[in-house]
């Protein structure tokens, strides 16, 4: 049985002695199984989803939630500051395996990785059958040191890089997680969302499951735990058959790496191998250029990939299989540009959406800038188009954190002038179009106007690389609430004047999706249409963490004795009967 040694500063085994029990009655294996398989039988998808719902009005969301109710998440408070006004992934996920410095190169792929999470990092590292780990706070650099890392030997890691909202950074709640079990000990890292994880947990609470964090990402151990499939494969497949939204994960256990993706293939994972033969999966190709690891494909939707040193890379298939819905926000912003996200370059969609942007909403100009850093691809498209010059107009401060010592006297716009100068140079007297990649509540743009505006600019154009933000997401993505988002609102012209730019453009949605040409019903465009894949009935996981952590203020609903934010019209026993019914105690 494989032991457990916790390094970091905090208890990391949120499992405790569990009753045996199924939350399915028996029935055959809904996979299928493929040694050492190199490509996945299970493609092409040949049958599509229809929409759950179909809305009608002018804003899709206006009918799926009550007037003036968020959505699922309820009354819970933003987490997004004015001067940080964009969607924030929540994290990211690396394993390797067979290589006898796996940490050290699980540290280094975690650091190209910073950008989907800020704010924890932690690496399990398995030496003997031992699993160890090591989570903090704060950036990966300051996370690990060398004598940290020197703790962490053994061929085989699995890391995470972590973001959340204001308050809930909290050490319990760092991955990757390690629980130990009757049958060893294993350790995930996740990237996703559980859309039905409020209903798994008072089920699992119900039943006695004790719970050491507030993330969903530690259902998914209960579940395992309680699993009475054969082997521990089986397990894995079996708790992810009872999971809902998005889910890209990596397991650790004693002997075993083991990567999943959801049905869907929300959120991006990718495999590589090195020269030596080590395997690695990421959650970008960046990170797997970093440690020199050839890219080999995508783990596909719905795929569960097992390697050992006993029968090398085995496929298993998850069923059914529905049409894939991987994120369109990957590219569009979250994606570093040198990244190969969903098979498609990065750069070259985002170099395309502003082709699109200058050949569907041209305007006379003197220049064309970008909004630092995740405008400046569209940019270099949109000029080279539009066949005027690109240049530097506001420059991004890389030296900024989340926290600063404000002066007493109050500055107007102090947050964005800390992180963004505009070069009076190239703005002066110009025709200026501004591209940027995404317009959230619109607090920030308005700041970015005002300070081209002072720096002398004639004419103020906006064009943005993405259609209008209408829905927030459920499936990985830290978004506003459906009412705090500017294009669900108000309209292109009523923007454009809070704003307070001289035009205004967006992406149209049609034309994203011719560009994206077949591939177009692969991708999610829940944030643009609120037609959502997996309908998000409950509150995002995340939200619920950070109240049961922060105490903040909304109407609440008990599971247990935890107190969590109740979205409208949310009746727990009704979620949870069903899993009852199919429980055997």
């Known amino acids: 049985m494989a032991a457990t040694v916790n390094l970091s500063s905090t208890p990391s085994n949120p499992i405790s002695k569990l009753p045996s029990f199924s939350l399915n009655s028996p029935q055959k294996p809904s996979f299928s199984l493929f040694p050492n398989s190199s490509s996945f039988p299970c493609k092409p998808f040949s049958h599509s989803l229809k929409s759950q719902f179909i809305t009608s009005s002018k804003n899709p969301i206006s009918d799926l939630f009550p007037p003036n109710k968020s959505g699922p998440e309820g009354d819970i408070v933003s987490s997004f ?3 940080d006004d964009k969607p924030r992934e929540e994290c990211g ?31 399990v590292a398995v030496n003997n059958n031992v699993l160890q ?5 704060r950036l990966v650099s300051e996370v690990f040191n060398e004598s940290k890392l020197d703790q962490l030997s053994g061929e085989m890691a699995i890391g995470h890089v972590r973001y959340s909202t204001a308050g809930s950074s909290m050490l319990k709640n760092v991955q990757p997680f390690v629980a130990g079990y009757r049958f060893g000990s294993v350790g995930v890292a996740h990237n996703g969302n559980l859309v039905n994880y409020r209903a798994l947990r008072a089920m699992l609470e119900h039943n006695g499951s004790i719970f050491n964090t507030s993330s969903d990402t530690e259902v998914v151990l209960h579940l395992i735990a309680i699993s009475k499939a054969r082997p521990f494969l089986l397990r894995i497949v079996d708790a992810c058959e009872k999971l809902e939204g998005a889910y890209s994960m990596v397991f650790v256990t004693g002997d075993k790496l083991v990567a999943v993706r959801d049905p869907y293939g929300f959120r991006p994972l990718v495999m590589g191998r090195r020269s030596n033969g080590a395997v690695v999966f990421a959650s ?6 970093l440690i020199e690891a050839t890219y080999e494909r995508e783990v ?13 890379v085995q496929s298993l298939c998850l069923m059914p299989h529905p049409e894939p819905k991987q994120c369109i926000f990957e590219h569009i912003y979250f994606a570093l540009p040198n990244s190969l996200v969903f098979g498609r370059s990065v750069y070259e969609s985002r170099r395309v959406f502003g082709d699109i942007l200058a050949t569907e909403s041209p305007v006379d100009c003197d220049v064309v800038i970008a909004v630092p850093d995740s405008g400046v691809v569209a940019a270099l498209g949109y000029a080279a188009k539009a066949g005027v010059p690109f240049q530097q107009g506001l420059i991004r401060s890389h030296y900024v954190g989340r926290t600063f010592i404000e002066p007493s006297q109050k500055i107007r716009d102090f947050g964005v002038k800390l992180k963004l100068s505009p070069v009076r140079g190239v703005l002066e007297g110009k025709r200026v179009v501004v591209v940027d990649d995404s317009i959230v509540r619109g607090t920030t743009s308005s700041k970015i106007v005002r300070l081209i505006k002072e720096a002398g600019a004639k004419e103020i154009h906006m064009r943005i690389a993405s259609p209008p933000i209408i829905g927030s997401c459920y499936y990985g993505v830290d978004t506003p609430s459906a009412e705090e988002l500017i294009s669900n609102r108000m309209s292109v ?24 040409s077949t591939d177009s019903p692969k991708f999610c465009y829940a944030c643009f249409s609120g037609k959502y894949p997996v309908m998000p009935r409950e509150a995002k996981a995340k939200g619920v963490g950070d109240s049961m952590d922060d105490g903040l203020n909304a109407p609440l609903v008990s599971i247990d004795g935890h107190w969590i934010k109740g979205p409208p019209n949310f009746d727990l026993e009704k979620e949870i009967d069903p899993l009852y019914q199919q429980s055997k105690i």
């Open 133 to 137: 780990t090591v989570t903090g706070v």
């Open 93 to 123: 996920v690396v394993g390797i395996f067979g290589d006898p410095e796996a940490s050290r190169l699980c540290y280094l792929a975690l650091h190209a990785l910073q950008h989907r999470g800020q704010e924890g990092a932690g690496i």
């Open 300 to 312: 596909y939707p719905g795929e569960v990939l097992v390697v050992d040193k006993k029968d090398g």
């Open 493 to 516: 012209e009523e923007i454009r004047k809070f704003i307070g730019c001289d035009s205004l453009a967006f992406l149209p949605f049609d034309s994203l999706k011719k560009m994206l």
């Open 284 to 289: 970008e190709t960046c990170a797997l250029d």
């Open 81 to 83: 500051s004015d001067d």
